[in-house]
């Protein structure tokens, strides 16, 4: 659609006022993060006086941030790599293989998307608790892989369906089981796929408080956003230190942006243009 | 491989020649073939879906299930037995659940903000300004964040003698006490929350935008509409799905995704301001060890999401369409 300069200047100027509104936040922690704690107090905007890992460093090594790193890496691993493997096998299953039942059982795992851990925390906590998985890694794996399936499926299923059935059917007449078909045709043609849903997984994952909060009861086993939110007491009087802390946090989850900042508004968008 | 032998032998038939497809020994050997397929995709379709399935059941439906029951008997001494609607009575009358009800409400208020800023700057990126690219880059960003680290930041930009009350302080506004004040900590919260996340909403509403066709919009222009009257006319009806779809997702996203902001911004307070049902039930199970009220909150939060999830459902109806 044309528009005449006019109209771009008055659109122009909230949107850069908006813009400048997301960015700034994240920048003046930033330069917070790299000013010494007199340096703050008496001027919170001004600009860092030099470049400084010192806070970073000092939060990382003063509140076992890196020990919560790890663990988060451990979880996330493991907790994508079986999201991957579980909703590419139903994703392929749902979009290419006819079976019986599988309009209810598609059904089934659509549902669930519907049910927020919120809902099934207490009961959850028991079982896991029953069957000795509290506070350990295998029922933190478990309890993303979880919460996060029926999603991974959707969208494993929504991608797969673009595969034409063409494809298929010559791999099977080449003399392809089902099985073999996923092996050699739907894992490596759906590795886009696999890359946008792997990479949406791990941020959730990583991201996520609230079911780390209730598996991981022992401070060993806490994860990097736990870790987190313990730092506000710790250092919440000394605040460039704090934002330091924060940081140490955040920057993986920005690296990761700039890098698949497409892989991962297409997943999105492949989530919502589809249902 | 022995698998995909036996397979190809199976296969034979069906690749017979064309012209003898007619004879009916032939038409009856396909036919059996299809059977014995369709036995092999079943026999495979179990093994691809069962985990997955097992997973889903036993982790979300079959702990669903528990919930509803765990919300029918006591907690401490009358751990286990059968005590009726005596839980939703006590929700009932809890004046901290009732703030959480009423901050629900809130939510709903908000909803309309949440959906029409990211809608009206799509339609904006969607006429391609200058630097449309930029812009979706940046709004998209606090979306991957964790809501622990951007509460970690907005706890240092809203407290008391932290930047924004300085920058206010300038044109002679008096420090605000944004996460202090019971009645303005939770609308903190929310506020906070849409910054965070409506650019979710942008993305999705630009997926839209790309579905929109063409041709209705030259036809627009043709016909000598303005900018408000292509947006009334053309752009609103033909992404109606797209708006509904987004009113459902913001809302389960305000219902369900804010545990992390009120955790780092407020921890619930001051006096439990703050407090959403999701908040409540970890505090209710956690601190104050009583599932089975816990559970009872969490069936009154799954009963606010089923009605928000009508609407999803529909989506969903349409989404199974293709399988």
């Not at chain 2, 004046?95 to 700057?121: E, Y």
Request: aromatic share 10%.
């Amino acid at each position: 659609m044309r528009e005449r300069g006019f109209t771009r200047w008055i659109v122009a100027v909230p949107m850069c006022l908006l813009a400048l509104a997301t960015i700034y936040p994240m920048l003046f922690t930033l330069n917070v993060a790299m000013k010494s704690r007199r340096e703050y107090v008496l001027n919170q905007f001004s600009l860092a006086d030099h470049l400084t890992a010192a806070n970073v460093a000092d939060a990382w090594s003063s509140s076992g941030l890196g020990r919560y790193t790890l663990n988060s890496i451990v979880v996330t691993a493991g907790a994508v790599a079986l999201l991957l493997l579980l909703g590419s096998m139903a994703g392929y299953a749902f979009s290419q293989v006819t079976f019986r039942g599988r309009k209810w059982l598609f059904l089934v795992c659509l549902g669930a998307l519907m049910i927020p851990f919120q809902v099934i925390m207490v009961p959850f906590f028991r079982v896991l608790g029953q069957v000795h998985l509290l506070d350990t890694y295998p029922g933190l794996i478990l309890a993303y892989t979880g919460q996060f399936l029926p999603f991974t499926i959707f969208l494993m299923t929504s991608f797969y369906s673009r595969i034409p059935a063409e494809v298929v059917e010559a791999a099977r007449v080449d003399g392809s089981t089902t099985l073999g078909v996923y092996r050699r045709i739907m894992l490596p043609l759906g590795r886009p796929a696999l890359l946008s849903v792997g990479i949406l997984n791990a941020l959730f994952c990583w991201n996520d408080v609230l079911i780390s909060l209730l598996v991981m009861q022992s401070e060993q086993h806490r994860t990097l956003m736990v870790g987190v939110t313990a730092l506000r007491g710790q250092y919440s009087d000394n605040i460039p230190l704090f934002a330091g802390g924060v940081l140490v946090a955040a920057v993986p989850v920005i690296a990761i942006y700039l890098f698949f900042q497409r892989q991962i508004t297409d997943g999105v968008t492949a989530g919502s243009t589809k249902g | 491989m022995t698998v995909s032998e036996e397979h190809t032998v199976i296969q034979e038939p069906q690749q017979a020649p064309a012209a003898r497809q007619l004879q009916p020994a032939t038409t009856a050997r396909t036919t059996a073939t299809r059977r014995r397929r369709l036995g092999e995709h079943q026999i495979a379709a179990l093994v691809l879906v069962t985990p997955a399935l097992l997973i889903i059941v036993g982790l979300r439906v079959v702990p669903l299930v528990l919930g509803a029951q765990y919300s029918l008997t006591g907690d401490g001494d009358r751990n286990g037995l059968f005590v009726g609607l005596a839980n939703y009575r006590t929700l009932a009358a809890d004046p901290v659940f009732r703030t959480a009800v009423k901050n629900v409400g809130l939510l709903f208020l908000a909803l309309p903000v949440a959906v029409a800023i990211p809608g009206i700057l799509a339609t904006f990126l969607f006429l391609k300004v200058p630097g449309h690219r930029f812009y979706r880059s940046v709004y998209f960003f606090p979306v991957v964040l964790s809501p622990v680290i951007i509460g970690a930041i907005f706890n240092i930009l809203l407290s008391v003698d932290g930047p924004l009350n300085q920058l206010l302080g300038v044109i002679g506004i008096g420090p605000v006490d944004w996460l202090g004040n019971p009645h303005l900590a939770i609308v903190s919260v929310i506020g906070v929350h849409i910054w965070a996340t409506f650019g979710m909403a942008l993305v999705i509403f630009m997926a839209g935008f790309s579905t929109l066709d063409q041709s209705l919009l030259d036809a627009a222009r043709c016909d000598g509409a303005n900018l408000p009257q292509t947006i009334r006319h053309v752009v609103v009806p033909e992404l109606s799905q797209t708006i509904q779809f987004v009113f459902v997702t913001t809302m389960i996203g305000m219902l369900t995704g804010m545990f992390g902001l009120v955790y780092v911004m407020t921890a619930g307070g001051p006096g439990g301001a703050t407090y959403l049902p999701e908040f409540y039930i970890w505090v209710t199970q956690g601190q104050l060890n009583s599932p089975a009220l816990a559970s009872a909150a969490s069936m009154v939060l799954f009963l606010v999401m089923l009605v928000v999830g009508l609407a999803q459902i529909r989506l969903i109806k349409r989404a199974t369409k293709e399988v």
